[in-house]
C-alpha cells in the first residue's frame, strides 16, 4: 500500500470565471470564501479530471461493486487557493443566445471574472490499496492535460476563459519502507516535497496562431465605465485591452455559416453540421459542446484615443441634439489570435479539412478587410492585417501564399 501526496502550482493564463449562484456585485458573482477571496473548489477540480478521463480510469477514482453501491474514492483533491495577497475583480457584459445563437430580447446581463495572472496551488492525495492501479498515471495525465487545455476550468472554456499552466509540481510517497516519517510530514507546505516532472501528453487540438495588426481603431465597449473616464472606453483585462474570445467566436461562426452553406449548395454530399464546429443548445438540458475555441487576444503596443462623437437618430440618421459623448477607442496595436480546433473529436478526414479550409478563407476576409470586428465598423473601425499564421505547423505568409 502506497499513500501519495503531490502539491500543484499552477497560473491561470487567461481570464476566470467560477460563479456561486450569487449576485450580489454582478448577474453572476464569482465564488469566494468567508473572507471575500476567490478560490477554485476541489470539487470543480474532480469534476473536470473525471470528464477527462477515459472509462477505465474514471472506475478507478470512482469505484463501484457489483452492487452498484459507491466506495469510498482513493482521491483527494483540496480546493485550489490564490497566493497573491489582493485579487483584482472584473466585470464583463454578456448577452444571453437561443438554440440558434441569436441573441434574446432583453437578455443581457453581467458577470465577474479574475483577471489573467493569479498564481493557485492545491493538493492531490492517493491513497493506492492496489498495486495494479496506476494513480500516478492518472494523475500525469490530469496535469498534462491542463498544460494542452484538454482541461479548462469554469465558464465560457470555449470562448477563452479558464487556461491554466502548470507551473510547479511536488511529490511525498509513503510505503511501508517509511511509513513512520509520515506522522511528521506537513502536507501543506511546499518545501516538504520533492520535484515531480510529469511526462507531456500528445495534444487533441489542432493550434492556429494568427499574428494581428490593426488598421485603424477598434471599439468593443464596455459599459462599466469608472467616474473621469469616457462614456464609453474598449475592454480591458489587467489594465491592458483584450478582444474577447466572445467577439472573435461571433465573427467567424458568421463567415464559417456562410461558407458551410455555400459549400453544400453545390456538394450534396456534404454532411458537416455547424454545431460539429461552434456546439449547439438543443433544450436547456441538453447542449453540445463547441469543438472551436478562440483564446482572448491581448492587444499591445497599442494608442489609446479619446474622441467626442454626436449620437445618430436611428430613424433619419440626423445628429440628436444635445447629446455628445466620449468615447476611447484602442488604435494601431497588434495581437495574437490563438484557435484551438478539437479535431480528436471529430474523427473524420474529410470534414477536418473541411473546417481548415474555411477557417483559412475566413482568416483571408479579415485579412482583406471583407469583415470588421467589434462595433462602428460602418465608419472603418475592427479591420486587421494578418502577418502571418502558423496552422499547426505549417507558417503561411498572407500575400505569397493566400491573397
Not at 432583453?106 to 489573467?116: F, L, Q, R, T
Not at 461571433?250 to 464559417?256: D, M, P, S
Request: hydrophobic residues 35%; contains cysteine; neutral net charge.
Amino acid at each position: 500500500m502506497k499513500k501519495m501526496f503531490y502539491y500543484i502550482k499552477m497560473k491561470n493564463t487567461t481570464p476566470l470565471h467560477i460563479g456561486n449562484g450569487s449576485s450580489t456585485f454582478t448577474d453572476l458573482d464569482v465564488i469566494k470564501d468567508k473572507e471575500g477571496k476567490f478560490f477554485i473548489p476541489g470539487t470543480s477540480l474532480t469534476g473536470c479530471f473525471y470528464h477527462f478521463l477515459a472509462d477505465e480510469d474514471k472506475k478507478i477514482i470512482n469505484p463501484v461493486d457489483h452492487k452498484k453501491m459507491p466506495k469510498q474514492s482513493s482521491f483527494f483533491i483540496s480546493d485550489a487557493v490564490v497566493e497573491e495577497k489582493e485579487i483584482t475583480y472584473e466585470t464583463r457584459d454578456g448577452i444571453a443566445l437561443d438554440e440558434n445563437k441569436i441573441t434574446k430580447d432583453k437578455n443581457k446581463y453581467d458577470y465577474e471574472i479574475v483577471p489573467a495572472g493569479y498564481h493557485f496551488h492545491f493538493r492531490i492525495e492517493v491513497l493506492n490499496r492496489d498495486e495494479k492501479n496506476d494513480y500516478d498515471f492518472i494523475v500525469n495525465n490530469c496535469l498534462a492535460a491542463i498544460n494542452n487545455q484538454d482541461i479548462r476550468l469554469g465558464y465560457k472554456t470555449t470562448r477563452g476563459l479558464g487556461n491554466f499552466q502548470i507551473e510547479k509540481v511536488g511529490l511525498k510517497v509513503f510505503d511501508s519502507t517509511n511509513y513512520q516519517n509520515y506522522f511528521e510530514f506537513d502536507p501543506y507546505q511546499e518545501e516538504n516535497y520533492d520535484e515531480y516532472k510529469y511526462t507531456p501528453l500528445i495534444s487533441r487540438y489542432l493550434n492556429i496562431h494568427v499574428y494581428l495588426k490593426q488598421k485603424g481603431g477598434l471599439s468593443i465597449r464596455t459599459y462599466q465605465t469608472k467616474k473621469g473616464e469616457a462614456d464609453f472606453v474598449h475592454i480591458h483585462s489587467a489594465k491592458k485591452p483584450v478582444i474577447p474570445g466572445t467577439s472573435w467566436n461571433g465573427l467567424f461562426r458568421k463567415q464559417f455559416k456562410y461558407y458551410l452553406d455555400l459549400y453544400k449548395a453545390h456538394n450534396e454530399k456534404c454532411c458537416l453540421n455547424m454545431s460539429e464546429v461552434f456546439g449547439a443548445t438543443i433544450d436547456q438540458k441538453e447542449k453540445i459542446k463547441s469543438n472551436i475555441y478562440f483564446e482572448e487576444s491581448i492587444i499591445e503596443n497599442n494608442e489609446d484615443i479619446t474622441m467626442v462623437r454626436n449620437r445618430i437618430n436611428r430613424f433619419d440618421n440626423s445628429t440628436m441634439l444635445r447629446n455628445l459623448y466620449k468615447e476611447t477607442v484602442c488604435y494601431n496595436g497588434s495581437t495574437i489570435l490563438n484557435i484551438s480546433l478539437n479535431i480528436g473529436n471529430i474523427n473524420d478526414y474529410n470534414k477536418i479539412k473541411l473546417i481548415e479550409e474555411i477557417l483559412l478563407l475566413i482568416i483571408k476576409d479579415l485579412h482583406c478587410g471583407f469583415i470588421a470586428l467589434g462595433g462602428e465598423t460602418a465608419i472603418g473601425r475592427g479591420l486587421f492585417e494578418v502577418e502571418k499564421v502558423i496552422f499547426g505547423n505549417k507558417c503561411i505568409y498572407m500575400e505569397e501564399d493566400i491573397c
